[in-house]
């Protein structure tokens, strides 16, 4: 689940504790391109992409799952949602260096596909590799794992932690640590019976 469901809770959660900070980061960067301070309607509509094209991104992501998902086998798709969520992390990380509001936008909306396609697989590879007795228990990882990752994205946001001006795009970039961790890890784990028998023909695979 740290690179399905998780990350899905993370990001919805660890937008709210920067907000002021990225408006902040939006008016001065705009005030030097441009050599006039933005309009507070300009700063809430920038804002308002930020937080809303992720939901954007989660659609492309959802509709991408079920293609890609028997395409390359869901321990594969689950993989491949690694790559948007390090691209993003590496937009919104580097932004505040580049001087570009519209990487954090980009940023968002990448892991906005991460979180859709591992939403879905999530769900899809867990109920196929479990067994019968503990399908049920499994299936309920993947809202266990958004709630963790609401709780990790509400305590990353703190002061104390990394909910200052200075650090917010590293908070930003934290999808990036349970992204690797899954890289890390998920080879070495099972593909699906039900995928190796039924997509891949796969007999002796899925026994």
């Known amino acids: 689940g740290i ?46 992409f930020i937080v809303s094209i992720y939901s954007i991104g989660g659609l492309l992501g959802s509709l991408s799952a079920g293609y890609l998902s028997v395409r390359f086998g869901r321990k594969k798709a689950m993989l491949f949602a690694n790559i948007p969520a390090l691209l993003s992390a590496a937009l919104m ?6 001087g570009s509001f519209e990487m954090i936008i980009a940023g968002r909306l990448f892991s906005g596909v991460c979180g859709g396609i591992g939403l879905n697989i999530h769900l899809m590879y867990a109920g196929e590799c479990a067994p019968r007795n503990l399908r049920g228990l499994i299936a309920i990882t993947a809202s266990t794992a958004i709630a963790v990752g609401k709780f990790v994205g509400f305590a990353l946001g703190l002061r104390e932690v990394l909910g200052i001006d ?42």
């Open 166 to 207: 200075a650090l917010w795009p590293l908070l930003m970039a934290a999808n990036m640590l349970p992204a690797l961790v899954q890289l890390l890890t998920l080879p070495f784990f099972p593909d699906s019976p039900r995928y190796l028998l039924i997509d891949k023909k796969d007999k002796e695979g899925c026994m």
């Open 93 to 98: 990380g580097l932004s505040r260096l580049c």
């Open 3 to 48: 690179g399905g469901a998780f990350q899905y809770g993370l990001q919805v959660s660890i937008i709210n504790s920067p907000a002021e900070f990225i408006k902040s980061f939006i008016h001065e960067t705009w005030l030097k391109r441009y050599g006039s301070s933005p309009a507070e309607e300009v700063i809430t509509l920038m804002w308002s």
